[in-house]
Structures are given as C-alpha cells and as structure tokens.
C-alpha cells in the first residue's frame, strides 16, 4: 500500500456546498479508515468572514451532513479531526496578491509539520481558475523545492473545444501539466474502475472484447430528478456538456481502450486518449440528424404530484432549447471496433436513478434452438456504475421438462456483498490519490480536448440548424417517443430499474 505523505489541503471556495456535502466528510472517512498521514491540515479559503471555529461548526460539528454519522463517532477522534480544520477569508484586496494567504500556509506548515507538501483545491467556477493559479504562481507555491505541490480542477473543463484549450493553457502557464489533477467524479467509482479489471484480468471477457463478438455497446445514465435549483447553469450547458462530454466519454473510453503496457497511470491515460481520438466524429448533416436525438421533458404526474416541466423551472428560458435528454449513436475507427454502434443516452426526470454499460453479444451463427424461446434474447454482460453496484451476465438455460425451450438466466455479483470491504466513495478515492500522487483517474489535457473534439460537432449542429428538434417526454417517462429508432434493427434500449437483476422493459409514469 502507497504511503501517504504528511500534506497541507488548501480548499478555495470552502464556504460553498461541495466542501460540506462531499469533501470534508471524504476526508473524515479517509481519517476513519487511518488513510492519513500523521500530520495532515485542511485550509479552508473563501470570502466568507469565517473564523477557524465557525468553519469547523459549519463543515463538521453542526453540518447537516454530518449530523448523522457523528451521533454514534468517537468524542476525541472527533476533537482531533476537527482540531485539523482552519480557515482563511480570502478579502477583495487578495484577488491580486496571496501574501497573506501565504503567510498563513507557512504558518501552518511549519507548526504541524507537513513538510511543504500543498495540494489546491479549485473549489470554484472556471472564471476564477486563473485568478488563484496566477496568484498562487507569483507567491511561488507552485515551485517544488520543498515539498510537491498539486492541484485538483473542478469540472467543468471548459465550454467547448476551444475554452477547453484556453482554460488548459492558463493551468499550464502557472503549474506544469504533471502537477494539474482535473477531477472527474465519475472515474472514482469503484464500478468504473472495474471496467478495466474486468476487461483485462479475465479471459472469458478479454477474448470476446472486439467486433466478431460484440453487436453493440449500450449505456445509459439517468437520473430521476430534474434540474432542481441548477436551472440557470443547466440552460447553459446541457445535458451533452453537463454529463456526455465529461463521464460519460470517460467511459467510454474505459470500453474501448486497448490493454495497456502496465498499470501505470500514464500507461493507462495513454491509450483513453487513444481510444477518445479514436472515435468517428460526426460532422455531415445526415448522419448528425440521423444519429442524434435532444429531448427535454415535459410537465406531468408522478406519485400523484404535479412535476414542472423544464422550461418551468426557476432560472430557466421559456424558450429553451436547451436538452435535458440526449441520445446518441456512434462508431469508433479502429480494428477492435470496426462496425459496431454505441449508443449512450443521458438524461433527467427518468423513472429511476441508474447508469450502467450493457456490452450486447452477437448471437451464434449457426442458431439450432432459434424456435426454443433465445430469439432476440441475447446474451448481455451488465455492468451497474450506480446504484445497486455489480456485474449481471445473462445467459441461456435450458427450461425444466421435455424438448428444449430455453430462457435467459441471471448470474450476478454486487458489490454489497462484500461485507468486509468498505467501498470507498468517489471523493474518497479521488482525494486519496491526489494525496499520493496517483493521477490515473485524473483527466490528462489532451483527454479533455479529444472529447471535446467529438462532441463540439454535435453542439454546433443542434445550436446552428433551425431544423433540429427538441422532442419532448413527460417527465417520468424513458426518453421521447422515438428514441427506440435509433436503435431501428438491432433492438430497443433496456430500460432498467432501480435493482440490477430487474428488467421490466416498462415504466410507471403515474
């Protein structure tokens, strides 16, 4: 197990919701599992005119995320890890200069020994990265003299291709590219993760890998809730920039990705950009119009309560055409994958909260029980990123009795069945390897422009053409009505419910 280093975690924006909500309890839970070094401080710094103590009440002692897991926590244990907790207000007059900041870090480091070990957190829109960075940059707390430094980059990362590569290129101009760590929380599942164990640790999957096997790929990511109080971010993004470009090409990139040298994470990083450079970018209108769908949903009941529709939404445009469902289908240009389609939709005001990749086998070619029940029940691997975590295979069986009817049968792991085993949440993994420098589940630059290259293409099309669109779907529902055409001749997309094992094919809207 990789040591971790004593360290210092410099927090800006600590005042805002991801500090409370996921970042401090990851860490309480990294303390919890004896995950930290001996001597690890946490800096919160904000323009709020917080003192240490009113920023240990509001992170931890009197945190409504909290609340509960402290009720049965250690007293001193909680004292100690709260004792690690400071504060610093970041006033107007430091937008152009750190040196109190600095001092403070100092301070800090040497009163507890952290050894010059930093890591910065970017807490904070994309506007504000260059700021910190620039100002971060003219203090020198960027040099490593003494001690590594490090920092971790929110999404967004960037609009589109082109902020993309200024935002990538203002990063680089204060730290080098080696010492940014863009954070992905999608990539700190441990179900992501085990694509690739999957993938590459087990012959029975790792053969059938490439085009003579595979018919499609299929993932979905959906989530049950609207836009809630996000309506004025949500109608500029999208739900193609807000989950396409970033997790969702993440995964794919897992899937398509070739083996790589070594567990190394640059070996690894490597080859996702391969796969993501990899992917045929749609750029002619008739196969932009044919393989893509937008979508938004539409006011309607669910559980007996009226559900606003998106264009009703608090900071949402009357006129929106902005997606709230997005469905595409694509092909990537190389041996393994020559000719087999992906489809990957995401959206929101979906019956249920899932995401999961569903790798479709062909069927045999030569079919002696076609008239025995296995017509169009082909044999699918399921991988479940959320929720219900696991792996579903489902396979034919031959029915009790005479003759040789045949169904399709489940064989299934899930990750809560490892009772000993404490999953790390996504922040928790993803913290604790920006502490010990492993950046493989971190976005490399040149990743992030790639898929942005295939999905800037698209973005133009739906913005550009007043031909294109916007379907809607009542909310509650799996999508528009003819988002089945996408896949016209191969089948229909599973629709799947909230357990793994479930497949109903159907869903309740009220």
């Given amino acids: 197990m990789t040591k971790t280093q004593n360290q210092l975690l410099v927090i800006f924006g600590a005042s805002g919701d991801l500090t409370a909500r996921k970042l401090i309890p990851a860490i309480l839970n990294l303390a919890k599992g004896g995950h930290l070094p001996e001597n690890f401080v946490v800096l919160g710094a904000s323009r709020s005119s917080w003192s240490d103590e009113e920023f240990r009440k509001n992170v931890i002692t009197e945190s409504k995320h909290l609340k509960e897991k402290l009720v049965d926590e250690d007293k001193k244990f909680i004292?100690?890890?709260t004792a690690r907790m400071f504060y610093h207000e970041l006033s107007s007059a430091e937008d152009t200069d750190y040196s109190k900041l600095n001092k403070r870090i100092t301070q800090l480091d040497s009163e507890h020994d952290t050894e010059g070990n930093f890591i910065f957190y970017l807490s904070v829109p994309p506007s504000a990265h260059e700021m910190i960075s620039n100002n971060l940059h003219k203090q020198g707390l960027h040099k490593e003299d003494k001690g590594w430094r490090r920092l971790i980059v929110e999404k967004p990362f960037g609009y589109d291709l082109k902020t993309a590569k200024e935002l990538n290129a203002t990063l680089q101009r204060y730290f080098k590219e080696s010492q940014i760590y863009r954070i992905d929380h999608y990539l700190g599942k441990e179900t992501v993760q085990n694509l690739l164990v999957t993938r590459f640790a087990n012959s029975i999957f790792e053969p059938l890998w490439n085009r003579n096997y595979i018919h499609y790929v299929e993932i979905t990511n959906a989530e049950s809730g609207g836009v809630e109080k996000r309506g004025g971010y949500y109608d500029k993004s999208g739900a193609l920039r807000d989950m396409f470009q970033s997790h969702l090409l993440q995964i794919v990139a897992l899937i398509v990705m070739e083996p790589p040298l070594s567990a190394d994470a640059e070996q690894i990083r490597n080859e996702k950009l391969k796969a993501l450079k990899s992917l045929r970018i749609m750029t002619d209108e008739k196969t932009l119009h044919e393989n893509t769908i937008r979508a938004q949903y539409i006011s309607s009941v669910i559980d007996g309560k009226k559900v606003n529709g998106y264009r009703e939404e608090e900071g949402v445009d009357a006129d929106s055409t902005t997606e709230t469902y997005a469905a595409l289908k694509f092909f990537v240009d190389n041996w393994r994958w020559a000719d087999v389609p992906f489809y990957v939709r995401t959206a929101k005001r979906m019956p249920t909260k899932v995401t999961e990749v569903v790798i479709h086998f062909k069927s045999p070619h030569h079919q002696i029980f076609k008239d025995s029940g296995m017509d169009q029940k082909d044999n699918k691997l399921i991988i479940r990123i959320q929720p219900d975590e696991g792996v579903l295979i489902k396979f034919g069986v031959k029915v009790p009795g005479q003759g040789f009817k045949v169904e399709r049968a489940n064989l299934d792991f899930y990750y809560s069945s490892l009772t000993e085993t404490h999953v790390m949440e996504a922040y928790e993994r993803l913290l604790l390897d920006a502490m010990q420098g492993d950046p493989t589940l971190y976005a490399r630059a040149d990743e992030v422009e790639a898929a942005w290259a295939f999905v800037d293409p698209i973005l133009d099309y739906w913005k550009d053409?007043?031909?294109?669109?916007?379907?809607?779907?009542?909310?509650?529902?799996?999508?528009?009505?003819?988002?089945?055409?996408?896949?016209?001749?191969?089948?229909?997309?599973?629709?799947?419910?909230?357990n793994l094992a479930d497949d109903p094919g159907f869903c309740v809207i009220c």
């Avoid at 909310?475 to 997309?493: C, F, H, K, Q, S």
């Fill in 79 to 81: 004292a100690e890890f």
């Fill in 465 to 498: 053409n007043e031909d294109v669109r916007v379907y809607g779907y009542s909310a509650g529902v799996w999508g528009p009505e003819n988002a089945d055409e996408l896949i016209e001749g191969i089948g229909r997309w599973r629709n799947p419910g909230s």
